[in-house]
């Protein structure tokens, strides 16, 4: 049994077994001595790592002066492990401090343990306001870091960030976006998109798809930016925005495809635990939920929820299928400046026009396809959108030399 003497854990254990049959595990530490060797300041990260009998093989202390907690961490493929942080580095202690001079915002800690716990490098991601990491994803050619974040600068500028802040009150933080970061294998940043809307969104788990891209499972409070199909899951007249969960698929190149929010009206706040994939389009959800009041409309469909519960958060289990239409968008890409959708927002006619136009459908978020249109001249179409209702759409141009998707807004 592996011992340690601590004042306080902040955060949850986390562990993963190993190639060899051992256990790689962390908590926080605000303490040393016992099995704690070092212990820099306030909330450290503390990683042990366990044999196949339960024998404590090395362990090692990941903090400074300063609070840094461990997230997640995964094996890697060339030996070793990667460890994923939320913190703010100081200047004392065994990783590199982040930004000079030091605050008080979390920035993502990226960091490599060799197969003995030594560091081998740390890489630091973030904005001037908190961001949080709760995955890494290794890919052949790189990484992909699951974010969240508060910040629209540095790392995150350029991303999309959705401002919002706690309660609408502009005196309060800013809220979370899901942050996604495309890394190569150095640490150097491909591509950084944030996913979400003016409430707070917050990642649980992503996957790579066999096209490249990935599909991303999480927590939305959000009803408009992204997240357009939770206004289907919430009362106008109704104050209190209870979370939901929320599902989206993105391209290789992070451009979102499809998404979709899963929940009921009458504010009953559902929270994303797991999820365990299938396949490529198929997958089990994890959640917990308070069960919904009698009569509420949503996905919930089960028949042994015990309403006098209420207060109380039951595990809800169910299956989802991914019913997109993905071979059209394999084929050849053309470059979106080649096509021109106008106007955007739009209340009746959407214009469409580039070379060697073919056609032209219309999808919602949820990829189903609402429209279509056949170019007769090669030069452009038209499609009719008075009949739908307000939020995002996504359109699909096919040309001669491949397809093209492009996002537009429909404003009753």
């Not at 973030?126 to 870091?145: H, M, N, T």
């Not at 056609?359 to 008075?386: E, F, I, K, W």
């Amino acid at each position: 049994m592996v011992g340690y003497e601590s004042k306080a854990f902040w955060h949850c254990a986390y562990g993963t077994s190993t190639p060899d049959g051992g256990v790689i595990a962390s908590t926080t530490t605000q303490w040393g001595g016992g099995d704690i060797t070092n212990y820099y300041g306030w909330n450290d990260a503390w990683v042990v790592k366990i044999d196949s009998l339960g024998r404590l093989e090395w362990e090692t202390t990941l903090g400074t002066e300063n609070s840094e907690f461990p997230e997640c961490f995964i094996n890697a493929s060339d030996g070793g492990y990667y460890v994923g942080i939320s913190g703010d580095p100081g200047y004392v202690g065994s990783i590199p401090v982040c930004r000079v001079p030091s605050t008080d915002e979390f920035d993502v800690l990226f960091i490599k343990l060799d197969t003995d716990g030594s560091l081998l490098w740390s890489r630091c991601y973030g904005g001037s306001k908190w961001d949080v990491i709760a995955q890494i994803v290794e890919l052949e050619d790189g990484f992909l870091l699951v974010c969240s974040s508060e910040s629209d600068d540095r790392d995150v500028e350029g991303a999309g960030y959705h401002l919002g802040y706690l309660n609408n009150n502009p005196n309060y933080g800013q809220t979370y976006d899901i942050w996604l970061v495309r890394t190569d294998l150095d640490g150097n940043i491909l591509w950084s998109r944030c996913y979400g809307g003016t409430d707070d969104d917050f990642p649980t788990k992503a996957f790579q798809n066999e096209d490249g891209g990935f599909t991303v499972f999480g927590t939305t409070w959000s009803i408009d930016g992204d997240a357009q199909s939770a206004q289907n899951l919430h009362f106008p007249w109704d104050e209190y925005i209870s979370s939901r969960l929320w599902a989206f698929r993105i391209d290789a190149e992070g451009n979102m495809l499809w998404e979709r929010a899963i929940g009921t009206k009458m504010g009953r706040d559902i929270r994303l635990e797991d999820v365990v994939k299938l396949s490529d389009k198929e997958c089990t959800i994890l959640a917990t939920a308070e069960p919904p009041a009698e009569g509420c409309e949503g996905d919930f469909n089960c028949t042994n929820w015990d309403n006098r519960l209420c207060g109380f958060d039951s595990y809800w289990v169910l299956h989802i299928t991914d019913i997109f239409d993905y071979d059209s968008v394999e084929e050849g890409k053309v470059e979106e400046t080649s096509v021109c959708v106008y106007p955007n927002p739009t209340r009746e006619l959407l214009t469409i026009t580039g070379k060697g136009l073919k056609q032209v459908c219309l999808y919602d978020l949820l990829g189903l396809q609402v429209g279509c249109a056949v170019s007769y001249n090669g030069v452009n179409a038209m499609l009719d959108t008075s009949n739908l209702a307000s939020g995002v759409y996504v359109v699909r141009v096919y040309t001669e030399n491949g397809v093209c998707m492009k996002r537009v807004v429909v404003a009753k």
